[in-house]
């Protein structure tokens, strides 16, 4: 029993450090559940042992590790996430929303306004965290592979067994920011910033996501102070992005702003001039109404 306790303590001890020296200031009982399997499966401690009869033991088992870390002060259960549990990790500062965020969900990445405030791009102060996230369908494939993937990384497999589900977790706030949220098809356009846990959209899909949503991203106006602003800065990384990924009217909203407003000639941008329908109703701002002051070239109601 004796024994028992000090592997106990070991685990319990392990998981600690290991918490201590993450970035992030949370972490879901799916991943730290996946933790402590990985710690059982490195020390070779046996609290853990299941097989294919006692999944419900090595569960009963597991949940005890959790409520002992609680009891321990180590993690405690955070109130703005329901379904599966979300802990923060104690002595962690709680104060980093997009930190938080892409700890809880595996599979969105921070953007439009917010990304554009950690590139500095944007002044703007907003109270949301905008966020991308992938369709339902395509959420529930990532992590069926992702469930697969953590359970090859343990070499006793059985311990795979006690694994619980991965499972989207459901939150429309964290402490005083609510979430914004945009569903994308096109899956992965983000980068990991440094010494952090934040998915951040890469810059060049931050410019495109201000063309394409720019309600998310202040409104048209300041999407054009940005570009006129930075788009002598990074045009080639915009113009690469828009031309691989935008629709034709994104293209051409696109080209009236590098082209016309920003004063970049370039022969990507140039050859969007196809994507121009004479005698249409075209908006530069999708979301306002068709104002008769436009441009002739790239057949678009300048609407602001």
């Known amino acids: ?142 992590a069926e592979m992702k469930m697969l993937e953590d359970k090859k990384q343990l070499s006793d497999h059985s311990l795979g067994n006690a694994l619980p589900p991965l499972i989207k977790p459901k939150f429309t706030r964290v402490g005083k920011s609510g979430i914004v949220r945009f569903a994308d098809k096109m899956h992965g356009q983000y980068k990991l910033m440094k010494n952090s846990n934040v998915r951040l959209s890469t810059l060049g899909r931050t410019f495109y996501d201000m063309l394409s949503k720019p309600n998310y991203c202040g409104d048209m106006q300041h999407v054009l102070d940005v570009f006129k602003e930075f788009a002598p800065q990074y045009g080639n990384l915009i113009i690469e992005e828009i031309d691989t990924i935008a629709t034709p009217i994104e293209k051409v909203r696109a080209g009236f702003i590098l082209e016309e407003y920003c004063g970049i000639k370039n022969p990507i941008v140039e050859s969007w001039i196809r994507f121009c329908q004479r005698g249409g109703s075209r908006k530069l701002d999708p979301s306002k109404e068709y104002k008769s002051v436009f441009s002739e070239r790239w057949c678009l109601s300048i609407n602001l």
């Open 1 to 142: 029993m004796d024994s028992q306790r000090g592997k106990m303590l070991t685990l319990l001890t392990s998981i600690a450090t290991i918490l201590e020296k993450q970035f992030q200031p949370v972490i879901t009982e799916y991943d730290l559940s996946l933790l402590i399997l990985k710690s059982c499966n490195e020390q070779k401690s046996h609290i853990i042992t299941p097989n294919n009869n006692s999944e419900i033991t090595s569960r009963k088992t597991l949940n005890s590790i959790l409520s002992s870390l609680q009891e321990l002060n180590i993690i405690s259960k955070h109130n703005d996430f329901a379904g599966p549990s979300v802990y923060s990790i104690v002595h962690k500062k709680q104060s980093d929303v997009s930190s938080i965020a892409c700890a809880a969900d595996p599979f969105l990445y921070i953007s439009h306004l917010t990304a554009m405030n950690l590139y500095g791009l944007s002044n703007i102060i907003s109270n949301n965290i905008y966020i991308t996230e992938p369709k339902p369908d395509k959420w529930l494939e990532l």
